[in-house]
């Protein structure tokens, strides 16, 4: 097994077991547990190859994405009640998939287009959008919306690994660089509360006062 195809299975497995921990949360049966746990895994990688015409898309070709996330579902079903806090444990594993989907995101589209900022795009959507999708199908509060940064990381660890692929490091190198910077910028925002300053509101003007 290549180091990318170790990233891609790494980041479907934890990312589904985002989706179960949300299903537990929400004390959903089997199914929605297998469900949950489908969309969240393979959501980010099925909207990447859809973006960059690459049909079918990777979990058609290879079922096997398909098994790995059915088998994180029924691990999380048996196993969600032994953690005290499953909300902390699924954004602390969402983080560890958002930094291994990131690389794998970047470098599927940087083997497709050889297009720098399609690589940090796709590698960027990659690893947000199953998260995403977990979120509204669960009704949890949205990643996207919570203060800490999230879509940075991801952006910062697509960036980092095609930089350093354009620059001619080695597959290994850029892939543990960009892994490595994407879940220190997220770890970091979870746990010190990392932000980015938010918009402040400001009354209009008057429409009397509008020439």
């Not at 077991?17 to 299903?23: I, P």
């Not at 099925?46 to 994180?72: H, S």
């Not at 794998?104 to 959507?125: E, W």
């Not at 910077?181 to 932000?195: P, S």
Request: aromatic letters at 10%; hydrophobic letters at 55%.
């Amino acid at each position: 097994m290549s180091l990318l195809e170790f990233l891609d299975y790494s980041g479907v497995a934890v990312f589904a077991a985002t989706g179960a921990l949300a299903a537990s949360r929400k004390e959903l049966d089997l199914i929605g547990f297998l469900f949950l746990a489908a969309v969240t895994g393979i959501g980010g990688g099925t909207l990447r190859d859809l973006i960059l015409g690459q049909a079918p898309v990777f979990w058609v070709m290879r079922p096997t994405y398909v098994v790995v996330c059915v088998a994180m579902g029924v691990l999380v079903f048996f196993t969600a009640h032994l953690f005290e806090s499953r909300y902390r444990l699924l954004v602390w594993l969402d983080a560890i998939g958002l930094s291994a989907y990131c690389v794998m995101g970047a470098a599927k589209g940087l083997a497709a287009t050889a297009s720098p900022t399609v690589a940090i795009v796709t590698g960027t959507m990659t690893a947000a959008f199953g998260g995403i999708l977990r979120d509204i199908l669960a009704n949890e509060p949205s990643v996207l919306l919570r203060p800490e940064i999230y879509v940075t990381a991801a952006l910062s660890g697509a960036a980092l690994f095609t930089l350093s692929s354009e620059m001619g490091a080695p597959l290994w190198l850029a892939s543990l660089a960009g892994a490595i910077l994407a879940f220190g910028v997220r770890g970091g925002a979870l746990a010190f509360g990392w932000t980015f300053p938010p918009y402040k509101a400001r009354p209009g003007r008057h429409p009397d006062d509008v020439m």
